[in-house]
């Protein structure tokens, strides 16, 4: 699966690595930091984070349309820079009043224009380096590696977030609600990062930021089509487009209702092996959550490696790599003593660290069935994706059904008579939603980079983004809900991830002809 790809997608996906970790650590505790530091409901929390995500991924259309006309390269460089801006405003401790809230909307503000300059360019960037021939058949293959590149940086975003905080209130006496802003300095940090790889490996993919793509001193002619074909393509997007949005809507939910979820219904404690995995400490004397889901991780790939490496010397690593994160992960499980204090946003750490485990086991099936000639086409794989996800959330309903609305359980909580379900519900919930991401996500970025105009690329993929815009702005809707019966709820997500997957499937053919 690793074989065979571009340079540049190491370099890209590298680059994207230190932003999405920047992201994902704000992200992991904003909503807390509107309720602890300004004192706002989850109503309007929720909705303030909702139009945040809105904004941050509609910018992305005009960030395309200025890369069309003046250069993704550019664009990408600029909204580096805006975003780092946009961080360091937040990691200002400025109170609660009228100034820190014209400050923190600045702040929103230059990160959702950075954003939109960045990501959708970068990622027209990654697929521009597909179509040279020589990769083109790799294209879902490259853009599945890539998101699994960029995952690397969430997956410690909120143990790290969570840490920060923590260190900064018992070392320091700061009180939780500056804490925060200590939380969104470390993004300014993964920014500079993400600005140095970016620069230092930018002859691997310089060649991809032209219309047309040099292949040894040649160049890839750009594909020419009637109005009719461009006018098609762009129908085709659309009706995908139509479907992200729902996907988003539900995904989103991590930092909305799943997370509430995690704070009111969830227990606030764990023992046992699953105390492994839930731990936010960065004492390094005590068992960390995010160490030992490293060592999950490469134990999957200590195993894959096992039976795909074709030298003996690469059997050898992968035994020795299998051997010893299994043999650290049954000695600590088998000393684990006492019980660990679970917080909320832990649980944002589980997405992107099955999103690295099972990156390469779903490629591996897919491309055994690709050798057979049974692989789903990327339309297919989208419409599975929202099954999988109506899937997701049904384990959530099968958990909430013996739980009261949030009104009365936080009475009980009170009261201390409040029924509280294991983590392991809201563990498996992410790791089946994480399985729809995988389906929907890389394969839909990769649908878009191959399907679009030429001339339109880096407005399609901004298309995607608004997308993903209208999505994310929906999530406030379950969060409006939140008060309602919990399985009215998550039957809300079913139902609407249900008749996306109807929908796709009834237009598969359509979407196929022009794949």
């Not at 059904?401 to 008579?417: C, D, F, R, S």
Request: with cysteine.
């Amino acid at each position: 699966m690793f074989e065979g790809h571009p340079k540049g997608l190491w370099a890209l996906a590298l680059a994207n690595t230190g932003e999405r970790f920047g992201y994902y650590t704000m992200l992991a505790v904003f909503l807390f930091f509107l309720q602890d530091n300004f004192g706002f409901s989850m109503g309007t929390s929720s909705s303030i984070q909702a139009t945040f995500l809105g904004i941050v991924y509609f910018v992305p259309l005009f960030g395309g349309m200025l890369a069309d006309k003046f250069g993704f390269g550019k664009m990408v460089t600029i909204g580096i820079f805006v975003m780092f801006m946009g961080y360091l405003l937040l990691a200002l401790p400025l109170g609660a009043g009228t100034v820190a809230l014209g400050v923190m909307a600045l702040a929103l503000l230059l990160v959702c224009v950075g954003t939109g300059l960045f990501k959708g360019n970068l990622q027209v960037l990654v697929g521009n380096l597909y179509d040279d021939p020589k990769y083109s058949a790799k294209r879902d293959e490259g853009f599945s590696i890539f998101y699994m590149a960029i995952n690397l940086g969430s997956m410690f975003a909120a143990a790290v977030a969570l840490s920060i905080m923590a260190w900064t209130q018992e070392a320091y006496g700061i009180s939780k609600a500056d804490s925060y802003h200590f939380a969104f300095a470390v993004a300014c940090v993964s920014l500079v990062l993400s600005i140095i790889i970016y620069y230092a490996f930018r002859k691997t993919f310089a060649h991809a930021d032209r219309a047309k793509v040099a292949v040894k001193g040649a160049e890839v002619a750009e594909e020419q089509l009637t109005p009719a074909q461009t006018k098609e393509r762009i129908i085709c997007l659309c009706l995908v487009y139509a479907v992200v949005i729902f996907f988003w809507m539900a995904f989103h939910q991590n930092g909305i209702t799943m997370n509430q979820f995690a704070r009111e219904y969830t227990a606030t404690s764990e023992t046992g092996f699953m105390s492994l995995f839930l731990s936010s400490s960065l004492n390094f004397t005590e068992t960390r959550s995010f160490w030992n889901l490293i060592l999950c991780v490469l134990l999957v790939y200590g195993v894959l490696n096992l039976f795909q490496s074709k030298t003996a010397k690469g059997k050898s690593v992968a035994a020795l790599l299998t051997v010893a994160s299994l043999g650290v992960l049954v000695y600590r499980a088998m000393n684990v003593t006492g019980s660990v204090v679970v917080e909320a946003p832990i649980f944002q750490q589980f997405n992107p660290c099955f999103v690295v485990a099972l990156t390469p086991i779903i490629g591996l099936i897919f491309g055994s069935l690709a050798k057979k000639g049974k692989e789903p086409s990327s339309p297919m794989k989208i419409g599975l994706g929202m099954l999988v996800a109506a899937l997701a959330f049904v384990i959530l309903l099968i958990a909430s059904l013996p739980l009261p609305p949030a009104g009365e359980q936080l009475e009980a909580v009170k009261a201390g008579t409040a029924t509280l379900v294991s983590p392991n519900w809201l563990i498996g919930t992410y790791f089946v939603l994480t399985i729809a991401e995988l389906l929907l996500s890389p394969i839909g970025i990769s649908f878009v980079t191959k399907v679009a105009p030429p001339k339109y690329k880096g407005m399609m993929m901004g298309g995607w983004f608004v997308a993903t815009a209208i999505g994310n702005f929906l999530i406030m809707v379950p969060g409006l809900m939140w008060g309602m019966n919990l399985a009215i709820i998550w039957g809300v997500l079913i139902g609407i991830c249900l008749v996306s997957a109807l929908f796709i499937f009834s237009i598969l053919k359509r979407l196929e002809k022009v794949a």
